[in-house]
């Protein structure tokens, strides 16, 4: 495994940005690059772990509702190559399967 700098994610339509604050790399995370899926799930290198987080919302794309910058959130950020693994549930990466935390 190596650390490489990534861009910073600009949101789109009906997502959000959220400064990660703590991240949980989980089995998936380990086992998915090295092909434990087969040909189910086909990732683009590099790839970046942990799909698990909590944070704070920065930027609100257009479209996204229920969300504001300084919002504290944790959820499950479903990276696309692996969504095979979940049926017919893509919005868990838009923002809209997320918990609002409390205030």
Known sequence: MIFIEMPVPVPGPGQIQVRIAAAFINAVDINAPGGAFGDLVTLEFPHVLGQDFA??????????????????VFGFALPR??????????SLSSGTGWERHPT
């Open 55 to 72: 944070g704070t919302v920065t930027q609100v794309g257009p479209g996204a509702t229920g969300y504001r910058p300084g919002d504290d």
């Open 81 to 90: 190559a692996l969504r095979p693994l979940t049926g017919s549930r893509p």
